[in-house]
Nanobody
């Protein structure tokens, strides 16, 4: 069992930056692939970025490439999402998720979820 708690959301103007943190507790965090997902009102939950258990490989959705960076610290049991050059279309609830095994882009394949944190980008 893994418990995930997101923090760092809030409101920012377009062009600004924000850093989300996902704090994990429970079983061996370092054995889990981690993903950041987001869901806007009326839309599906989509992956934003993912990172393998070692941090050696990452994935980014095309819409956030070159603007967002995912990283993890297996000593602190945390995963981060640095978001730069934010746009109004980045407005959504952002969720942290964990799964055993390989990194996946599909939200249905993740076993554990945080409660989500709201990110609002104004123009």
């Amino acid at each position: 069992q893994v418990q995930l708690v997101e923090s760092g959301g809030g409101s920012v103007q377009a062009g600004g930056s924000m850093r989300l943190t996902c704090a994990a507790s429970g079983r061996t965090f370092s054995s889990y692939a981690m993903g950041w997902f987001r869901q806007a009102p009326g839309k599906e939950r989509d992956i934003v970025a993912g990172i393998t258990w070692s941090g050696g490989s990452t994935y980014y959705a095309d819409s956030v490439k070159d603007r967002f960076t995912i990283s993890r610290d297996n000593v602190k049991n945390a995963v981060y999402l640095q978001m730069n050059s934010l746009k109004p279309e980045d407005t959504a609830i952002y969720y942290c998720a964990a799964r055993e095994g390989q990194l996946s882009r599909r939200y249905v394949e993740y076993d554990y979820w945080g409660q989500g944190t709201q990110v609002t980008v104004s123009s």
